[in-house]
């Protein structure tokens, strides 16, 4: 897909006429960045529950990523923990990890971090950027309900898989939410 214009034909017949008619329609694409530590656990799976969120919704113009604010990890996939949650859940990741760079703080309209230690740094960052940059800088866990622990722990360190499945429902929910308020934007 391209990044703001696409040019579609349709095909119309009537009786034994058929005409071709050329349009261009305008899209412009949203883009949402998701950052973790590692790039292996939360945000990998985050961008997977969006991507199955953009394909169910039909929101053709919205793109989504994710990358770690380390590079500890870059070229690998997503912890295989995190691929077992999301194939239990249907879904599924084939991103490699990628570490954040300055050029995604101009690329991307929305960067969501998981956690306070990743809004401190996406904002660190941000900040001594320069032009500045447009996007803005959530935390993913804001559209959680108010009563709901906003922090999207890192279940990295855990054993067993009820951290990640305690993150994945956070993410889950957190990600439909925000679909469900901005999905009309789109």
Known sequence: MCR??????????SGEKESRIEYSISL??????FVCLGNTCRSPMAEAVLKD??????????HTDS?????????????GRAQTLLHQQGLKT?????AITVEDFYNFDIIFGMDDNNM??????????????????????????????QIIRDPYFTKGMASFYTAYMQI?????RFVELHRDAA
């Open 4 to 13: 703001h214009a696409s040019v579609c034909a349709l095909l119309l017949r």
């Open 28 to 33: 412009s694409i949203v883009q949402f960045l």
């Open 53 to 62: 969120l953009i394909n169910k919704k039909q929101l053709l113009n919205w």
């Open 67 to 79: 990358a770690g604010l380390r590079d500890w990890n870059v070229g690998m996939q997503a912890q």
């Open 94 to 98: 084939d991103h490699i990890t990628r």
């Open 120 to 149: 401190t740094e996406l904002r660190l960052i941000d900040e001594q950027l320069e032009p500045p940059a447009k996007c803005q800088i959530k935390l993913l866990g804001s559209y959680l309900n108010p009563e709901q622990d």
């Open 172 to 176: 889950k929910e957190s990600c439909e």
